[in-house]
């Protein structure tokens, strides 16, 4: 019987690509913060961080029920679909990875450019995954560098005001 591990792939490989100690989502925070005139911030890419996780949830729903602090990052899968690329594999087509972040400020005071941060992020994300230097990715797993930023609407939630930033992440994965 053929068993392979298929969905967890993308999500181990974006985690370790992002949390890179020198060429990481957090070392480019720290380099382009301050041409955003935000505070550089980090997040924990351990097995007990509080911004940090596996799956998809809305940080809404955390709220009422874990400890964790803003911003929050996820890594999950989007989309995967088998197109039989290689016929005698058990998977072999495209996994498209989504991390999201969460960002939040609070609603006590006048914020006059929320997309400062956002921006950052942003910018980090995507110097991360497209460094060519830098990365890190299984020899199974095709990175085609096509990696969409959706960014949502400022809503209420988190500390006052909430806003949750998407990107998309294309993988070719033959296992």
């Known amino acids: 019987m053929a068993t392979s591990p298929i969905a967890r792939i993308v999500p181990e ?5 992002l949390a890179a100690e020198t060429t ?3 070392a480019r925070i720290a380099a382009l913060a301050e ?3 935000v505070e550089p911030f ?3 890419w351990s097995e007990t961080s509080t911004n940090f996780i596996f799956g998809r949830i ?3 729903l955390l709220e009422e029920s874990s400890v964790f602090t803003y911003p ?3 890594i999950d899968i989007a989309r995967l679909a088998d197109s039989r690329r290689i016929k005698y594999s058990v998977f072999s087509g495209g996994v498209v990875g989504l991390v999201e972040v969460h960002h939040t400020w609070a609603n006590d005071s006048i914020i006059a450019d929320f997309g400062a941060l956002v921006n950052l992020t942003c910018d980090a994300v995507m110097n991360c995954l497209n460094d060519q230097d830098g990365q890190v990715w299984p020899g199974n797993l095709l990175w ?4 969409e930023m959706a960014p949502g609407p400022l809503r209420m939630g988190g500390q006052g ?3 949750t930033t998407q990107f998309f992440c294309p993988f070719d994965l033959t296992v």
């Open 35 to 37: 041409g955003y005139g």
């Open 72 to 74: 929050f990052l996820t």
């Open 144 to 147: 085609n560098g096509r990696t």
């Open 42 to 44: 980090e997040i924990d």
């Open 24 to 26: 990481g989502f957090n």
């Open 58 to 60: 809305d940080p809404g």
């Open 161 to 163: 005001w909430l806003k």
């Open 13 to 17: 490989a974006l985690r370790t690509q």
